[in-house]
């Protein structure tokens, strides 16, 4: 169950996905959306390019401005600018699925730990979902057997800290003038194993007040993977010990992506505008 705000790639999950309320703005980014229409399974073969003891660092930032002074930048694009590092590692493999265990760190010293997994088919999972199969082409489902109908859109070579490596690109778009604002999503998956290397949300609005949003998330470092290693990279150190989700206390959250709370702040002063407006007659 989610939020429609006419707006295709913002439609609700199907999995929810069980965060504390800092570790929601990163962890909930990657959640690959679903669209609002079925697919029809193809006869598509996903093989994954991952293999346990994978391990893969991203550095994760956020952006805001507005043409309003007194528009309040979202708390949670705030909290993503306190994370220090997070550190994807790959635990299990099988024909159709994923598992991971996730270490989110922050300036302060802190530590997550948070566990995923992703049905390479269908897309559903939770945790981090940012993986697809291996090698796919320009035209491929990412998921043959899943209700979404994302494709590859291109593929391209792109340079990144650990490395030049092949991408396939994937790309989700919306432009609602009627409500004022337009929105893409664009995710860069590694092709030789499937990982996510860098994604880049960026929500506009486009009537006064003009706000712009923009989160990224891209590939630091690479360990355990064949010929994409990179030395020097720096493992942040926790102050604390890091929390398991069993230890601690949380609630089942709607999977809403950070994304949709951008919109909601844009629309929620969109519409404000609206009502401040002063009456006309017509005569």
């Known amino acids: 169950m989610g939020i429609t705000l006419k707006v295709n790639l913002m439609i609700d999950y199907d999995v929810g996905v069980k965060l504390n309320s800092r570790l929601l703005a990163v962890s909930v980014i990657l959640c690959i959306v679903t669209l609002a229409f079925a697919g029809v399974s193809q006869a598509q073969t996903i093989n994954s390019g991952l293999t346990g003891g994978m391990t893969f660092f991203y550095y994760v930032s956020s952006y805001c401005s507005s043409t309003d002074d007194s528009y309040s930048v979202p708390l949670d694009l705030l909290v993503v600018n306190q994370t220090s590092c997070i550190q994807v590692s790959i635990s299990s493999v099988n024909a159709t699925s994923v598992d991971t265990v996730t ?3 922050y300036i302060d010293g802190t530590a997550d730990l948070d566990r995923g997994g992703t049905n390479l088919y269908t897309g559903v999972g ?7 199969g291996a090698n796919l082409t320009v035209g491929d489902r990412i998921h043959p057997d899943g209700e979404d109908t994302l494709t590859i859109l291109d593929t391209a070579t792109r340079n990144y800290e650990s490395g030049a490596r092949i991408t396939n690109h994937v790309r989700i778009a919306d432009y609602n003038p009627e409500d004022g604002y337009k929105a893409t999503r664009d995710l860069y998956f590694d092709k030789a194993t499937g990982i996510l290397v860098e994604q880049v949300d960026q929500v506009e609005a486009t009537i006064a007040p003009y706000v712009t949003t923009r989160l990224t998330w891209k590939i630091a470092s690479v360990s355990g993977v064949d010929g994409w290693e990179i030395p020097g990279f720096t493992l942040p150190v926790a102050s604390t010990t890091p929390t398991p989700w069993s230890r601690i206390d949380y609630k089942i959250l709607l999977v809403i992506v950070l994304f949709i709370l ?8 969109v519409y404000k505008k609206k009502l401040t407006k002063p009456a006309t007659t017509t005569i």
């Open 126 to 132: 939770y945790g981090f979902v940012g993986i697809i």
């Open 262 to 269: 951008v919109v909601l702040g844009i629309v929620i002063v």
């Open 103 to 105: 270490m989110c760190y």
